[in-house]
């Protein structure tokens, strides 16, 4: 297979990364498909950023004893809150394996978990690590390790579900959003579901799992046609057979890597068998996804709309801009892509859902401040132009836009001018 | 370091350029909403997000059941703010008894739909679409109705974040999302307008929506720009009191929106109901008696409706962590000043509950827009099969 070459190699970057970065892109442009694909996989840093301070769940869980230490409650994981999206938004900003990152927003955004609810940001930072270590590993371990996720278990209620009350709130997401998906089951399976999840729970003293023989159901449970005693392990093996599964993640991977329309049902069925057949091994499937037509074809370039994390992020990882007097990730919150801050556990709809009018005005203004600035080269000292590549206009504008500028472009000559005119063109809102 | 860039390459590059882009055109969608005037019957819709539990809403004190099934959450007859012989509404939505009593606010018992879904997502699809509970529609209900109502705007949502179009959400309807006027105005500025691109559906969607921005920011510059209308009533400090109040300044400053939304968050309360529902009702009596003092004050309250819904209500029966889990219908409230308060709708049968629990609803939520379609904006109903509900 011959080399990449500038347009494909942007492609893969732009499509993998956050943002297009020169460099990767000019690796990229003499490797093969499979090199380039095959040092995405292997490219994978686990460092982060020194963490900010975390009250630990022992300290917490006293004061959620206690009705009256509520408003403390919130204003901790409000503070803790902001300082972990923080501490990940400035991972997102450095990186050297953004693959890694977008895979584990991937994750995150499939298996969410807020602070607003959990308001435990030390189990947050757990579930992150855990997160990224399996986000190019096994997704049936990834299910497991979710399951007894201690930020999940504060999240969907799951530490609170007994013998006799079983909360069904995990148990339902588990099976509409995580796995088979509606239409697949039945409530009475949803409730069965969430009896066998009764008994898990958090240790007070360490904040980790804990298994209460005591408040778990050990009847016979009848759970998509299958008769058992189940336990929540059982479940989610059940679940991990049932064909439906690999079709919501490949569904998913769609609508991460192809386009914003509906996927194409053949494909998704090829991909779910290749998912499961592998064991649910998440390379094997993305290795299919980056080297399908699907990916590669003319017409599904640009035919994504970019997450404020790819914008705002994905243009400081390109562009030598600065962002001036801008909180990220409170801007990101507003934008609707905080991290850690799931509307809801749906996660981000993405797609078509990140333009509205309210966030085509954030966005804007947010790339409007990042272009602002004196545009005489001259009198600026070549300002961002002189970090940047030696490129042709033509070359800048294959490497910053998919697809043709909407609008009609300066007149004037300049770099910066002409970046800046490519960054607030409409068509820098797609990849 | 030197650039290849210079004037002569630049031009010819230009050049080329221009063919692609062209200049923006004034749409006739465009120039209805750069114009427009404000509309004589106006809806305000107030989703409720998480799914409402109605029977801690409008708490049926007389039915004997209601408290066996929640012997914590259950609230006393004697802290009810009673409306009839039969029904009482929660103490924290004091602040709208003055509408109660001058009798300008209706309660409809019972609201749901048949064979319901129990999860947040495709339950609220169902009642933005006016599906059934086995149908997909994308569009939303409102797109029956308004295109044929009326041209230019139809429909401004605001939230804090990301506000949702929901009932507004159709590709034949004019509608924004906003968090405030004021913040739109300040950032509206730095957009140009933009034509249309077909080449894909991401840019298509992108292009469409910021050329329906322009059309809007046109309107809301003109009619706002300078000194914006205020109502001159305090409103609640709130997100939804914030959206009420910008609400109230668009329709006194005269946009020609015939719909706005606005959303109160904390309604899924599977554990600790008491605390949490207690308040998010507190700030929709609060916010919605607010906007109707403003209203009332301008002489617009016989223009406007405003009209709660959710996504569904909660189980009767309590569960252990004190809250409840989802269930099926809800109680809702409607007021305006047109609007012909009292009690509609059955009161649902506690004894008489499907194998989850959950009650079997007695109102189709689809009576409640198919009367706003027919009584209100005196258009066909598309929604024949709910018979309508006369509280307009």
């Known amino acids: ?431 | 370091m030197t650039t290849k860039m210079d004037r002569r390459d630049f031009l010819k590059y230009a050049g080329l350029l221009s063919a692609s882009a062209s200049v923006p055109l004034l749409t006739p969608e465009l120039l209805f909403a750069a114009n427009g005037r404000r509309p004589d019957k106006i809806v305000v819709l107030v989703e409720l997000k998480g799914g409402n539990d109605g029977f801690n809403t409008l708490v049926p004190f007389a039915d004997e059941l209601y408290y066996q099934y929640r012997p914590n959450i259950g609230i006393q007859q004697r802290h009810l703010l009673p409306l009839n012989d039969q029904v009482g509404m929660h103490p924290r939505m004091k602040a709208l008894m003055p509408v109660w009593n001058s009798g300008k606010m209706a309660w409809i018992q019972g609201v749901g739909y048949p064979n319901p879904v129990l999860s947040h997502f495709r339950s609220m699809d169902i009642w933005n679409s006016a599906s059934n509970a086995n149908q997909v529609i994308e569009a939303g209900w409102l797109s029956r109705v308004l295109p044929n109502f009326k041209q230019g705007l139809h429909g401004v949502a605001l939230n804090k974040g990301q506000a949702k179009l929901g009932p507004l959400y159709s590709s034949n309807m004019n509608a924004v999302t906003m968090q405030n006027p004021k913040t739109f105005l300040s950032q509206i500025k730095r957009i140009n307008d933009v034509s249309p691109s077909r080449l894909n559906p991401a840019i298509a969607h992108v292009s469409q929506t910021q050329h329906q921005l322009f059309g809007v920011g046109t309107q809301l510059a003109n009619k706002m720009g300078n000194r914006p209308a205020r109502s001159g009533v305090r409103f609640s400090k709130g997100v939804l009191g914030h959206s009420l109040e910008s609400v109230a300044e668009m329709i006194l400053s005269g946009i020609d929106s015939p719909v706005y939304k606005v959303t109160q968050d904390g309604f899924d309360t599977h554990s600790g109901q008491r605390g949490a529902q207690d308040n998010a009702l507190f700030q929709v009596a609060g916010g919605l008696a607010s906007f109707q003092q403003a209203m009332q004050k301008a002489g617009l309250w016989n223009n406007v409706i405003v009209v709660t819904y959710s996504e569904f209500g909660r189980r009767v029966k309590e569960n252990r962590g004190a809250g409840t889990d989802h269930g099926t219908a809800s109680a809702h409230m409607v007021m305006g000043g047109r609007v012909r308060g009292g009690i509609y709708g059955r009161h649902p049968n506690l004894a008489q509950l499907d194998q989850n629990g959950n009650v079997q609803h007695t109102t189709d939520f689809r009576a409640i827009y198919g009367t706003l379609a027919q009584r209100w904006w005196n258009q066909p109903n598309p929604w024949k099969g709910a018979p309508l509900i006369p509280f307009v």
Do not use: C
């Open chain 1, 1 to 431: 297979m011959g080399k990449l070459g500038f347009e494909d190699a942007r492609h893969l970057v732009s499509r993998t990364g956050i943002g297009s970065e020169w460099e990767t892109i000019v690796r990229f442009q003499n490797l093969t498909r499979q090199q380039a694909i095959s040092h995405l996989f292997n490219n994978q840093q686990m460092n982060m950023p020194a963490l900010p301070q975390m009250s630990p769940w022992p300290k917490m869980v006293q004061l959620r004893g206690n009705m009256r230490r509520k408003k403390m409650i919130k204003r901790i994981s409000r503070t803790e809150g902001k300082a972990i999206q923080k501490w990940w938004v400035k991972h997102l900003l450095d990186t050297k394996s953004p693959f890694l990152e977008r895979m584990t927003l991937f994750w995150h955004n499939h298996f969410p978990s807020s602070i607003e609810k959990t308001t435990q940001a030390s189990m947050l930072h757990k579930q992150n690590l855990m997160l990224r270590k399996n986000a190019l590993g096994n997704f049936g371990q990834m299910l497991h390790n979710v399951a007894r996720d201690p930020a999940m278990l504060l999240y969907l209620d799951g530490y609170v579900s007994t013998k006799e009350e079983p909360n069904e709130n995990f148990a339902r997401e588990l099976l509409e959003l995580f796995t088979i998906g509606l239409g697949q089951y039945h409530e009475n399976d949803m409730r069965e579901a969430a009896r066998a999840f009764t008994g898990w729970g958090i240790n007070e003293h360490n904040g980790l799992y804990r298994f209460n023989p005591q408040q778990h159901d050990s009847g016979v449970k009848t759970f998509l046609g299958k008769r058992g005693n189940f336990k929540g392990e059982d479940i989610i093996n059940i679940l991990l057979q049932h064909p439906k599964t690999a079709e919501t993640i490949a569904k998913k991977m769609w609508r991460e890597f192809i386009n914003i329309s509906n996927p194409d049902p053949r494909v998704i069925n090829h991909w779910a068998a290749t998912f499961r057949n592998s064991g649910y091994d998440i390379k094997t499937l993305l290795n299919q996804v980056l080297n399908s037509n699907e990916f590669w074809a003319p017409q599904n370039r640009g035919a994504l709309i970019k997450s404020p994390i790819e914008l705002t992020i994905g243009t400081l990882r390109t562009l030598p801009y600065t962002l001036r007097r801008v909180d990220l990730a409170h801007n990101l919150n507003i934008m609707g892509q905080g991290v850690f801050a799931h509307p809801s556990v749906k996660g981000w709809s993405g797609g078509k859902n990140w333009i509205s009018t309210q966030s085509i005005l954030r966005r804007n203004s947010m790339m409007t401040n990042l272009t602002a600035g004196n545009l005489n080269e001259r009198k600026n000292r070549g300002g961002i132009a002189s970090k940047m590549p030696d490129v042709s206009p033509e070359e800048l504008h294959q490497w910053l836009l998919a697809i043709p500028p909407l609008q009609q472009m300066p007149t004037e000559p300049g770099k910066q001018r002409l970046t800046r005119a490519f960054v607030l063109d409409p068509a820098y809102q797609v990849t």
